[in-house]
């Protein structure tokens, strides 16, 4: 498993901070342009029903995942000499949670009592979750290998015959059951560009030590994949409720809007998951220079969700546009959720500590109690629609999980953070969109360009925008390219 460390970790995290970084940027505009297809072809009815199914695919493919990927990446990266045994562990679980997952799904669907034409696309959509656990295999050789990028070209080209087929099954007045079935078929694409892509990729081991290694997986995960199905349940909900108690227009109305907002937050994950390997060796190795690091992601993270919240909040109603449906009321739900990017942004960029420490059941109970706070706003909310939906999520992300989180984390992992960088990127944030939305400037696309260069240029005059955390994320790196 030495061969498990790239020759020159600097170009490698580099290459795939970009990669992951552009690519998920791009792979969520990819399934922002689906949905504009969907709606603008089939109608927001139409939309708001595939996006319930999708919302009950994402359940069952974390179900699938349970959180064991970034627990086989980090016994692999920490403990070389067992990686095979680790993998081939891993490999067994995927089968059986894969299988579960699905069956998991349609009984919830059921439960549920929805319309005979959902529950068809919830047994066709099992075959998705099948798949989507060869995927999670693969997906750990490029991330422990840092080929990132790889997994990324093969979701990209799963999402491109997605748009594709999504286009020729719309044009033809195809139901929700032939767009499920695209989805299937995107994920079979998925699975082979992975497995073409993954030459020389890590082999698994099935010896004795079988057992002890998926017992090891299983406990360690058992607190992030209890974290993360609350976080799927969190990010579900909101579906769920409005089928209940409003319209699958709403649903539609919500879901583009989120779908805007997630590209935004695509490109938060996707800079933490291309540093985690290496804050991973370099917690086990040298905690000053961990700390250094995940100061300079913290900085620069945080300047990067100023830069996507600014341009979300002025160009909301130029993306609503492109809907041509409801796009006044898009817009708006999309300014609210804007808000809630740079709280997200945050816990999405001070998580990875818990999972590096090993200290996750630490976030299991705020989780909950987020999960709570709105799904109580929902009851109240969500008749009101996708703005009640919208505000429910503000109302949970910035007044209940931001504060208590970032303690959390930076406890287990005992590091204090400096936030003063990070709270004038915040505040700059705050002053352009008072500034943009005083002087009427979002009424489209380029208004979102102007708000973006107007913090630029305020968050450099207050000093949140420094190089200095930026050239000791690069020394931090940089003294790692030895190790392993």
């Not at 170009?11 to 922002?32: I, P």
């Not at 997986?217 to 209890?226: D, E, K, S, T």
């Not at 352009?432 to 260069?453: D, F, I, M, R, Y």
Request: hydrophobic residues 60%.
């Amino acid at each position: 498993m030495t061969g498990a460390h790239p020759p020159n970790l600097l170009r490698s995290v580099a290459k795939n901070a970009v990669s992951l970084t552009g690519g998920r940027f791009l792979l969520a505009l990819l399934r922002f342009a689906v949905a504009l297809v969907i709606v603008k072809r089939s109608g927001l009815d139409t939309f708001g029903e595939f996006a319930l199914v999708l919302t009950f695919i994402f359940i069952a493919e974390w179900l699938s995942d349970f959180g064991l990927i970034d627990i086989a990446v980090r016994q692999i990266c920490t403990d070389t000499s067992g990686g095979e045994a680790t993998l081939g562990a891993f490999a067994i679980s995927k089968c059986v949670q894969s299988v579960l997952a699905a069956a998991m799904m349609v009984a919830g669907m059921a439960l549920l009592g929805y319309p005979s034409h959902v529950m068809r696309s919830g047994m066709i959509a099992g075959v998705a979750i099948l798949l989507y656990g060869g995927v999670q295999y693969l997906r750990v050789g490029f991330r422990v290998r840092m080929t990132m990028e790889r997994d990324v070209g093969a979701e990209l080209a799963s999402v491109v015959f997605l748009l594709g087929a999504v286009w020729i099954a719309t044009g033809a007045r195809a139901g929700l059951e032939v767009l499920t079935l695209c989805y299937v078929f995107s994920r079979g694409v998925n699975l082979v560009g992975a497995w073409l892509l993954a030459a020389g990729s890590l082999k698994p081991a099935f010896g004795k030590t079988l057992r002890s290694e998926l017992a090891i997986l299983v406990r360690a995960a058992l607190p992030l994949g209890l974290t993360g199905l609350l976080v799927v349940a969190y990010d579900s909900m909101d579906a769920i409720a409005l089928s209940r108690w409003s319209t699958n227009a709403q649903i539609g109305v919500f879901s583009v809007a989120t779908r805007a907002m997630m590209l935004a937050v695509v490109a938060e994950q996707a800079l933490c998951q291309a540093v985690f390997p290496v804050l991973a060796r370099q917690w086990a190795q040298d905690r000053a220079t961990f700390t250094r690091t995940y100061q300079a992601v913290l900085d620069w993270g945080t300047v990067l969700a100023g830069v996507l919240f600014c341009a979300l909040f002025a160009g909301a109603l130029g993306l609503g546009a492109l809907v041509r449906q409801e796009p006044q009321a898009v817009a708006a739900v999309l300014q609210l959720l804007s808000w809630a990017v740079l709280a997200r942004a945050v816990v999405t960029l001070v998580s990875p500590m818990v999972v590096i420490s090993g200290r996750l059941m630490n976030t299991v109970w705020i989780t909950l109690l987020v999960v709570v706070a709105k799904w109580a706003g929902l009851v109240l909310l969500a008749r009101q629609g996708a703005i009640g939906a919208a505000t429910a999520y503000l109302i949970a992300e910035v007044l209940v999980g931001l504060v208590p989180t970032v303690i959390i984390c930076q406890r287990a992992a005992g590091v204090s953070l400096d936030w003063s960088l990070p709270l004038r990127a915040v505040a700059a944030a705050a002053a352009v969109a008072g500034a943009t939305q005083w002087l009427e400037l979002q009424g489209n696309v380029l208004h979102g360009l102007l708000a973006v260069l107007l913090y630029v240029a305020l968050a450099w005059a207050l000093g949140a925008i420094r190089l200095q955390p930026l050239r000791q994320f690069w020394l931090a790196i940089g003294r790692g390219r030895g190790d392993g």
